[in-house]
Each structure stands twice: as C-alpha cells, then as structure tokens.
C-alpha cells in the first residue's frame, strides 16, 4: 500500500504532509517517527496530518521527529493553509488558527499567549522561591505558552550558544515534565532580532514559527522591540506582531517543493 505525500517547508523547518482528507489514514507516533526518520524514511522534523474538521475548514495534527504528537507548528500551519488555497481557518489542538495570503506569503493569527511558569508546576516552584533556573550560562528563561510550551533566553550573541549541547539538557530537565522549547536570540535593535530554537522532539531546526512568536512577544513585553519585529532564524525571517491583550500575528514564507508516494511497508506499517 501506498501513502500520498506532500514536502513543504517554511524558511527550512521541513514538512510531510499527509491530506488525510483524500484517504483516511492512522497514523500515530512510532509511523510519523519512522516517516520522519532522515536514512530510513522520507525525512522532516514535523509530520503533519490534514483531516476534515465540523468547526474549521480542515484539522491539522502534529507529530515531531521523535513521534510525540504536540499542539501547535507555526511554520506548518503557513504551510497548510498554502495547500489549501491560503485563505483557511485551521483546528488544532490549541484552538482555532485563521491564515490568510499576504505580500510576505502567509500570515496567522495565532491565538493569544499565556505568560509564566504556571503551566510548569515545579518549575514555577523554583522560580517563586527564588531558586536560580540556569544551564551554565543560559539564565533568567522566560516562559510562555503560544499553544505549546517555550522558555526564552536573551543572549549577547546567540550564534555562540552551544544550542546542540544546553538544548537536549534544558528540554529533558525533570522541571519540565512535558519537556520544552528552546530559544535563544540576541536584540540586533528595536525592529529585529536574532534567534536560534532547539525543537523538543525534533532538535536544531533552520526555523520555528511558535519560537519566534515566543520570543517576539516576550521582547515587547520587556520593552526591548516594537512590533513588528522581524526575527532572524538560521533559515530566513519571520514578522512577528502583538499587543497586549491581543493575538499573536506572525507572517512568513510557505514553500512546497514535491508531492510523492511512500511504500507503507517500508516503515513496517
Ligand atoms: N516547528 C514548529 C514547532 C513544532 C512543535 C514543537 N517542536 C513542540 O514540541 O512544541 C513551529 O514552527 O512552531
């Protein structure tokens, strides 16, 4: 048996897309790993499910490299509206999403964020007692949640972050019992930033859409941009814009490169 495919990617962070609309499909963690797998499988660093949705004009699952199924992808929901017609109002997990064509490709709202460390019990414990949250020079994170959950660290230069190193550290600290996204960006001045994102589940990407809205919003929060800010990731820029008391709107790039057919059976399904 055969799977249809799309590959997409935004600014490089990599998709397969599976429209499970065309031909209703099961796919659940250890599939999406081995489908993801970059020697033995198609390759990408989130793999993504289109089914039909009563609320919206299509649902959108996510699954990273590793088969954890997670609640929101910026880069990939550019990507699915792109495959639709660019016009989409989109379920997930975190709540509805409305994307819609612009000058710079695709823009989303993305829902409003949630600040602070509540989500995280334990580590809002620590931070309340005062108890220093720091992997040797990342300190002082941040935490936000824009449909899934990010800590945010302000560097003077952050190419020079060992991120292959303190990311898997930080993402699989036990004060993070979910595990964690991790950003990193240094403020270039008060309409642009810098930014690199170890993925929970997925590792280094070229690019992060919920990273950048995560780190954007946290920067207008301390003051430190204004919106929009464009942020820099290793991949291209995205556009970040948000006020308090409002939605996130992030406006990037969505690019499909091929559709194909995969052997089922090469990835013992
Ligand atoms: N690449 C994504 C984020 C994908 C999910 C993330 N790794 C998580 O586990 O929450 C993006 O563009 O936002």
Redesign the pocket.
């Known amino acids: 048996m055969t799977l249809r495919f799309h590959k997409m990617h ?1 600014l490089g ?1 990599d998709f397969v897309v599976v429209d499970g609309r065309e031909a209703p499909v099961a796919i659940d963690g250890a599939l999406a790993r081995a489908m993801a797998d970059r020697h033995r499988g198609i390759g990408c ?2 793999l993504i499910l289109i089914e039909e949705s009563p609320h919206a004009d299509v649902a959108m699952r ?1 699954f ?1 490299a590793d088969g ?1 199924e ?8 550019r990507c699915v509206a792109q495959l639709i017609g660019g016009e989409a109002t989109i379920s997930t997990a975190a709540g509805l999403l409305h994307a819609s064509r612009t000058e710079g490709g695709i823009s989303v709202d993305m829902g409003e964020p949630r600040f602070g460390w509540e989500d995280i019990p334990l580590a809002f414990a620590m931070h309340s007692a005062g108890l220093p949250l720091a992997w040797e020079t990342l300190e002082k994170p941040w935490a936000i949640n824009v449909g ?3 800590v945010v660290f302000f560097v003077e230069d952050c190419d020079a972050v060992p991120l292959e190193r303190l990311g898997p550290l930080i993402e699989h600290d036990p004060v993070f019992p979910e ?1 964690i ?1 991790v950003n990193v960006a240094t403020i270039v001045d008060r309409g642009h930033l810098r930014l690199r ?1 170890w ?4 590792g280094l ?1 070229r ?7 995560a780190t954007g919003v946290i920067a207008m929060l301390q003051g430190l941009v204004d919106s929009p800010v464009t942020v820099s990731l290793p991949g291209g820029d995205l556009s970040i814009g948000w006020a308090k008391g409002e939605s996130i709107r992030m406006t990037g790039p969505a690019t499909h490169v091929f559709s194909g057919e995969a052997e089922l059976a090469a990835f013992g399904a």
Request: aromatic share 0%; proline share 3%.
């Open positions: 935004g962070n660093d989130q996510i990273n954890s997670v609640s929101a992808c910026g880069n990939a929901t899934n959950p990010h595990r996204n994102v993925e929970r589940g997925a990407t690019a992060c859409g919920t990273g950048a809205c």
